[in-house]
């Protein structure tokens, strides 16, 4: 039977996630695999499953964290607390490229979060094109088919008509 305080805690936090994984913005609804509740600061080292400690992450982040809560930036080789998306507004920390296909570290909380967890792996990139595709380039790239898709339609509905004033001057001659 499901447990309905876990049921609660989940519809709660998917609310407060607006469906999306905390880390890297994916919308649950265009994922194969259910997301999971994670546990922000892991449970072995003592945290509980309460709302401040639990955020909606896609399986594939939710792997890559793991238990980790800290990881190395690069830049100064020191460990750096991993982002805390109860405690933290993930825009402080990161932000998009301007095609929105990758996520950029502001900080450094960011940049390692970004690295550690893989924030911008092959798949998500996949998604994002589809996801946040620049509508006017694709009409750009597609526009010899949009055109001839046009001119086709054009055509059947100019061979339409012309029957039709065949058929209404049958009718009027006869
Ligand atoms: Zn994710």
């Known amino acids: 039977m499901p447990d309905p305080g876990r049921s609660t805690l989940r519809r709660t936090v998917e609310q407060h996630a607006k469906g999306r994984c905390e880390y890297c913005q994916s919308p649950a609804k265009y994922s194969t695999q259910r997301f999971s509740l994670e546990h922000i600061i892991p449970r072995s080292q003592g945290a509980t499953t309460s709302l401040d400690n639990i955020a909606l992450a896609c399986q ?3 792997n890559h964290k793991y238990n980790k809560v800290n990881a190395v930036y690069i830049v100064t080789n020191k460990l750096v607390a991993l982002f805390h ?3 933290q507004r993930w825009q402080d920390h990161f932000t998009w490229d301007e095609r929105f ?3 950029i570290g502001l900080t450094a909380t960011g940049r390692a979060t970004v690295e550690a967890l893989q924030l911008n792996r092959p798949e998500l990139i996949n998604l994002r ?3 946040y595709a620049d509508i006017e380039q694709v009409l750009r790239e597609k526009k010899p088919f949009i055109l001839r898709c046009m001119l086709d339609g054009i055509k059947k509905r100019q061979g339409r008509m012309v029957k039709w004033h065949r058929f209404a001057l049958s009718v009027s001659i006869t």
């Open 129 to 131: 094109k589809l996801l």
């Open 101 to 103: 296909e990758l996520i």
């Open 85 to 87: 998306p109860r405690t």
């Open 60 to 62: 594939g982040c939710n």
